[in-house]
């Protein structure tokens, strides 16, 4: 049964500025369930990345509410905020997603042993992972010696390995070829699960549509359109 992780109600989000402020959000209600596939879209600088980081507790709305499964967060502390953020949400990023004094594997590897795995445990899970995606031969690279598609394929091993109820990505793709972009989104695709959302911010219209839905942010309204 699907559950609801993400509510947004209310949201307004405004930058201060020297001259002028910047209004990007204008009262958001939204809601996102476990088993969705959600793309998002809108021109540069409509408010993607905002609404992503309003999302992933890394930023907090002039008015109006975040919930993540369920629980506000507006009076958490940073420390309640961190600790929701290392178990149930991942985010990837369109670039320097992984530490590159690190191997493939031991960046799989770190989020978990945060978590409080032992490097043992740690270290099996994130091999099964990174074999998920095509990465068994490459566990002991460093991630300067991988491709860009490579890289993103770590970072989506680093994402997942926590199990988190909400993957946010951020034009995942953006820096690749169109081939690797679409190799990355059937990634997206393949991780779709009865007990997790995804959410990926995106300019290319081909991969948007493949979404279960398409969110569009425009002069800081939210259209929810089928894909
Ligand atoms: N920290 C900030 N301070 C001031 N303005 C910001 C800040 N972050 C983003 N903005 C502004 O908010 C708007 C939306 O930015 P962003 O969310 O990065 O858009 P997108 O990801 O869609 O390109 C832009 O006009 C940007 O300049
Ligand atoms: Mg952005």
């Known amino acids: 049964m699907s559950k609801e992780i993400i509510k ?30 959600v793309s998002l879209t809108g021109p540069s600088g409509s408010g993607k990345s905002t ?18 499964k369920k629980k506000s967060f507006s009076k958490s502390t940073e420390g309640e905020k961190d600790l929701v953020r290392r178990q149930g ?14 191997t493939a594997l031991e960046n799989v590897t770190i989020p978990l042993v945060i978590n409080g795995y032992n490097w043992k ?20 690279h460093f991630s300067t010696e991988l491709s860009g598609g490579e890289q993103q394929r770590v970072a989506v ?17 953006g820096s690749l070829d169109r081939k690797t972009a679409n190799e990355i989104f059937s990634l997206f695709s393949k991780l779709k699960s ?17 979404a279960d839905y398409k969110l569009n942010i425009l002069d800081g309204n939210i259209t929810r359109k089928n894909a």
């Open 194 to 210: 009865k007990n997790r959302a995804i959410l990926y911010a995106t300019h290319n219209r081909e991969l948007a549509n493949k």
């Open 89 to 102: 949400i991942s985010i990837i990023y369109q670039q320097n997603n992984l530490l590159s004094d690190f």
């Open 121 to 140: 445990d740690a270290t099996k899970k994130a091999s099964k992972i990174l074999s998920l995606v095509n990465l068994s031969k490459r566990l002991n």
């Open 157 to 173: 091993a680093r994402a997942l390995i926590t199990e988190p109820d909400l993957i946010l990505a951020d034009e995942p793709t």
């Open 51 to 68: 609404l992503l980081h309003l999302i992933a507790l890394l930023d907090q709305p002039t008015s109006g509410e975040v919930f993540f």
């Open 8 to 37: 947004l109600a209310k949201i307004s989000k405004k930058f201060v500025g020297a001259n002028k402020d910047i209004i990007v959000l204008k009262n958001i209600n939204l809601k996102i369930n476990s088993g969705e596939l």
